[in-house]
């Protein structure tokens, strides 16, 4: 087989169905595998053989399954089959396209930084603050099957503001948001733009004060050693988790072998 793609079928976008990706990728003899509830992703993809490992999915779906494609040092394959996909527009794929997006698995190799905080790897992000509370919020609500789980959780988040204090690398800080980021984004008002590349080797660590933030500071690092309250709320690449402090947030240049489709 050309390749092993997994397929998160709970990713949340409109189409291709996921009979319609796995009936694609078995025409390109990529053996697809979609997820039973409760299925441990990772270990699927550590058992599998294939000379590249692909995820079918969002943003959160995506870095355990690079991890695995590190430890073993295959390639990875990301197919934009999420809400938003991040990951995928900065890598330059049409994420309105993933069937476009198979051709990777004969594609072209490049390496790519990736991040951690601690020893979990993050492709796009970990947050800090309030934009880490709303997800804990709505993966809470999401759990007991709220219906406007995000409105709500963004409504809480403004009338119950939360000023986060850290120390990073000693220095003291207090801000209601801070991110770090593999690579530079183009920050915007409520929103995460583009980054120009994934091979910068930087940390960029991002940080605002205000309710309704205009203006963030930033600090550029290959490591930064954030310290606080003994337990982090934390979102990596918009997943909920809880990180103990202190915690090293590092970056490791070139890390992971992408695989994409020829011309991106």
């Known amino acids: 087989m050309a390749g092993f793609l997994l397929i998160n079928p709970r990713s949340g976008r409109g189409g291709p169905s996921v009979d319609e990706l796995a009936d694609a990728a078995r025409a390109k003899e990529i053996l697809p595998r979609v997820l039973r509830e409760g299925e441990d992703a990772a270990a699927l993809a550590r058992d599998a053989e294939a000379g590249a490992i692909g995820m079918a999915g969002g943003d959160g779906s995506l870095a ?113 948001v801070v991110l770090a980021a593999n690579n530079a984004y183009d920050l915007k008002l409520f929103d995460l733009g583009a980054r120009s590349t994934l091979t910068e080797g930087r940390l960029h660590l991002y940080s605002a004060r205000g309710l309704l933030p205009t203006e963030w500071d930033e600090r550029v690092a290959e490591t930064f050693v954030l310290d606080g309250p003994s337990v982090l709320r934390a979102a990596i690449d918009g997943e909920p988790v809880e990180l103990e402090t202190p915690l090293t947030c590092r970056i490791e240049p070139r890390a992971l072998r992408m695989l994409v489709p020829p011309g991106s």
């Open 64 to 176: 355990p399954i690079a991890q695995v494609a590190i430890d073993r040092d295959l390639p990875f394959v990301c197919i934009p089959f999420g809400t938003r996909n991040h990951f995928a527009r900065d890598l330059g794929l049409d994420r309105r396209d993933p069937l476009a997006a198979l051709e990777a698995f004969g594609g072209k190799e490049r390496r790519i930084d990736i991040g951690r905080a601690g020893e979990r790897l993050f492709l796009n992000n970990v947050s800090f603050g309030d934009y880490a509370s709303l997800v804990h919020r709505r993966e809470a609500h999401r759990r007991r099957r709220e219906s406007l789980a995000r409105l709500r959780a963004l409504l809480r988040t403004v009338r119950h503001p939360y000023r986060l204090r850290l120390r990073v690398d000693g220095e003291p800080l207090s801000a209601r």
